[in-house]
């Protein structure tokens, strides 16, 4: 079974950063998309940032300058560091892996940033 672990959320002031890791089961040789989604409350999930193929990246046009996502391939960990944060920014952010085609989720961490 695929697990995924996310951590690092918490609350924070406007203009604070955070570091967002995911800790996965398998090797990231057999994942060819790795991202990050958020969730607000009463909003869809949306798309923050993703690795495709191991190495191209894209950001939502919201996060582009502040949030940067990277991988340690030894350790199966995932990261999402996210500076200069905005309260806009509050939601829930959960990791996404994609194995065959088939799409994995973990738990979601909450992410809260205060004004």
């Known amino acids: 079974q695929v697990h995924l672990v996310e951590s690092g959320g918490g609350l924070v002031q406007a203009g604070g950063s955070l570091r967002l890791s995911c800790a996965a089961s398998v090797s990231f040789y057999s994942i060819a998309t790795m991202g990050w989604y958020r969730q607000a409350p009463g909003k869809p999930r949306e798309l923050v940032a993703e690795i495709i193929n191991y190495g191209r990246t894209n950001y939502a046009d919201s996060v582009k300058g502040r949030f940067t996502i990277s991988r340690d391939n030894s350790k199966n960990t995932l990261y999402l560091q996210m500076n200069s944060l905005k309260p806009e920014d509050t939601a829930a952010y959960y990791c996404?892996?994609?194995?065959?085609?088939?799409?994995?989720w973990g738990q979601g961490t909450q992410v809260t940033v205060s004004s």
């Open positions: 996404s892996l994609v194995i065959t085609g088939t799409y994995y």
